[in-house]
């Protein structure tokens, strides 16, 4: 994730998930304290339904076991929710992906779930700005036997993305993307990311329903770093519906993920 969506979180700890919030009957309830929790559902038992019922009893230890290490972590609310992980791992599997790319990592939580889908040649380019986040889980990522599959590197994205593209040989040779960082660069990322993806490739964007702010009015009251990207996903909204180079596809998993399947 990108120097200023760093900054940002820093603005959002973990804290802010226990806060407390009315009711219906005015009676006061403590959200939704689960790491990663950014579920847009309406009922926080629901949720919990869903990760009890259909997501742990699935999460492979090592993802269990790096989730639980990114709980201690100050800026938690910037990983994956466990169901979006699940989410990507099965989506990874559909679609027979082998080379893939992923810009902004944290800790690998979702760098972890696409490593595991991936069959043993397959392979993920990681970009993210620090490197102290993703050594926190590498030795999960170690200890699942999935780490030579990943190349990561340390630093902003768009130059890293800009050598792929003056060399020809790359050009539409991923066949997945997933991008989770710095959201006033999303579209930056889209135009580049175009040219590398193949025909019938997919490339996911997190975040895009940001906490649901997309509909709140413009001056409603919102947490700093909510208010500080969203002017930002809701352009970037509009101009994933009006590409005609993708087909796309938004789903209310976690905080929001649209899919852009290439077809131009």
């Not at 009890?52 to 269990?64: A, F, G, I, L, N």
């Not at 989410?87 to 490593?115: C, P, Q, R």
């Not at 780490?147 to 990561?152: L, V």
Request: glycine share 6%.
């Amino acid at each position: 994730m990108a120097s200023t969506a760093t900054e940002a979180a820093k603005a959002a700890p973990a804290a802010e998930q226990q806060q407390q919030q009315a009711n219906g009957n005015g009676e006061q309830k403590t959200r939704h304290s689960e790491v990663g929790h950014k579920s847009l559902l309406k009922s926080d038992d629901l949720y919990q339904y869903i990760l009890d019922t259909s997501v742990y009893p699935r999460e492979p230890e090592s993802m269990k076991e790096l989730r639980e290490i990114t709980a201690k972590h100050p800026w938690n609310l910037m990983t994956t929710s466990a169901d979006e992980g699940q989410f990507l791992n099965m989506l990874i599997k559909l679609i027979g992906a082998k080379k893939t790319m992923e810009i902004g990592v944290y800790t690998g939580y979702s760098l972890l779930a696409t490593a595991l889908a991936l069959p043993e040649d397959g392979t993920i380019l990681a970009m993210d700005i620090n490197r102290e986040n993703y050594e926190l889980g590498l030795p999960c990522i170690e200890k699942a036997g999935v780490a030579h599959k990943i190349d990561f590197r340390e630093g902003p994205a768009l130059p890293v993305l800009d050598d792929l593209i003056a060399d020809e040989k790359n050009h539409g040779s991923f066949d997945f993307v997933f991008v989770d960082a710095d959201k006033d660069n999303y579209l930056n990322y889209h135009e580049r990311l175009l040219k590398l993806v193949k025909i019938g490739g997919l490339i996911g964007y997190d975040n895009t329903l940001w906490n649901g702010s997309v509909v709140l009015p413009d001056d409603a009251p919102m947490r700093k770093y909510i208010r500080f990207y969203r002017d930002f996903v809701l352009v970037l909204n509009k101009a994933l519906a009006a590409d005609e180079r993708v087909e796309i596809c938004q789903l209310p998993v976690g905080d929001g993920v649209t899919l852009c399947r290439r077809v131009k």
